[in-house]
């Protein structure tokens, strides 16, 4: 499977952005799907995590309530919509697939894709 992270760019404190991951394989509809972020000078840290079916998602109590992971199985991709946003969600975040749910584990998902750089001003 190969990820590709995009929708990342500028936006101002209290705004909304939404992140897609497109994914390559028929496969993808049994891959669980999760989002994380790493800011600069920090551990890359969990965002969201999606079951295969869509049905389940967990957060990060940081982004519960603002951010929504949700996945399109037909289009092969993953999406992180972020409103509300914060400095402090500045980052650059990645996709990444997991053959079982592991939710938070990032030693455990299988394939990353590239990342990409959202920057939000305060």
């Known amino acids: ?11 101002q404190a209290g705004g909304s952005l939404r992140l897609s991951c497109a ?3 028929r496969s993808f509809r ?9 800011a600069p000078g920090k551990e890359r840290e969990f965002v969201a995590a999606i079951t295969w079916s869509g049905v389940n998602t967990y957060y990060a109590d940081s982004v519960k309530g603002r951010f929504t992971i949700s996945r399109d199985n037909a289009k092969n991709t993953v999406y992180l ?3 509300s946003l914060k400095s402090e969600d ?3 975040y ?3 697939a997991a053959r079982i749910f592991v939710n938070n584990d990032q030693s455990r998902y299988d394939y990353w894709g ?7 001003s305060s």
């Open 1 to 11: 499977v190969q990820l590709q992270a995009s929708g990342g760019g500028l936006v």
């Open 23 to 25: 994914a390559s394989g």
């Open 30 to 38: 049994s891959y669980a799907m999760g989002w994380f972020r790493q």
């Open 81 to 83: 919509q972020m409103t």
């Open 90 to 92: 500045t980052a650059v």
């Open 94 to 96: 990645y996709c990444a």
């Open 114 to 120: 590239q990342g990409t750089l959202v920057t939000v």
